[in-house]
């Protein structure tokens, strides 16, 4: 059974470039989760979509962050413009949303280097 | 918002040995997950906990939900070289109104030949 799916693996860009980060859950899962991971702050939650919708976008930097979800099987990670300092590894999670038993499954991340 | 203190912080360890972590919390946890993040890969699950008190084994590793809910531990016995890697404990608050979690800072485990 595939996991989640998440490209471009690795992602080098200049400063002021647009960014499109994809993800594609596992089959059937009704919740997906975008999260940064950085040495200095770990992992950090940026937005998550419950059905398509999205529920909390508190951890989404700045107006340069932006998620979709256009449909069960689909979510992209925006960053424009990019900056130095959202050098990070992106990874998406999906879950089954089973209300309190919360069992999440990581893609194997974007790895983004913005020079 | 609500932290998981996770100790260590690092392990530097012979092959063979036995390994212990944990988490702990302040606040009341619903659900412990366990997971282990080797260089370059996401996090992969190792082991869900449901129940207070609950202990789970997944080959050589054994987890606990603490009967208070405010923690959980790993073991790993017999240590070996592929147990390299960092292990991040994560939990979902009981007063989590969605499906969030809350990880530690993991764990980074070195194992010795």
């Known amino acids: 059974d595939a996991g989640v799916i998440q490209s471009p693996r690795h992602e080098v860009t200049e400063m002021g470039q647009e960014v499109t980060l994809r993800c594609k859950p596992i089959?059937?899962?009704?919740?997906l989760f975008w999260y940064r991971q950085t040495m200095m702050r770990g992992l950090e939650l940026l937005i998550y979509?419950?059905?398509?919708?999205?529920?909390?976008d508190s951890g989404m930097p700045e107006d340069r962050f932006s998620a979709k979800m256009p449909n069960a099987s689909f979510s992209t990670l925006k960053i424009q413009p990019s900056e130095p300092r959202d050098s990070a590894v992106y990874f998406c999670?999906?879950?089954?949303?089973?209300?309190?038993?919360?069992?999440?499954?990581f893609g194997p991340g974007t790895r983004l280097l913005v020079l | 918002g609500q932290q998981l203190n996770q100790s260590p912080q690092s392990m530097f360890i012979q092959e063979g040995e036995d390994v212990s972590m944990n988490c702990t919390s302040s606040?009341?946890?619903?659900?412990w997950l366990w997971y282990k993040q080797d260089p370059g890969e996401g996090p992969v699950l190792l082991i869900a906990?449901?129940?207070?008190?609950e202990l789970t084994s997944n080959g050589r590793l054994t987890a606990q939900f603490g009967i208070t809910r405010k923690d959980s531990f790993l073991n790993i016995s017999a240590s070996i070289p592929s147990d390299v890697g960092i292990y991040f404990c994560?939990?979902?608050?009981?007063?989590?109104?969605?499906?969030?979690?809350?990880f530690g800072g993991g764990t980074r485990l070195m194992v010795k030949p």
């Open positions: 606040s009341i946890f619903n659900t």
């Open positions: 906990l449901y129940k207070a008190g």
């Open positions: 089959s059937g899962h009704n919740s």
């Open positions: 994560a939990g979902q608050p009981y007063n989590n109104a969605g499906n969030m979690l809350t």
């Open positions: 979509f419950n059905n398509n919708v999205p529920i909390d």
């Open positions: 999670a999906s879950s089954a949303a089973s209300g309190s038993y919360e069992t999440q499954y």
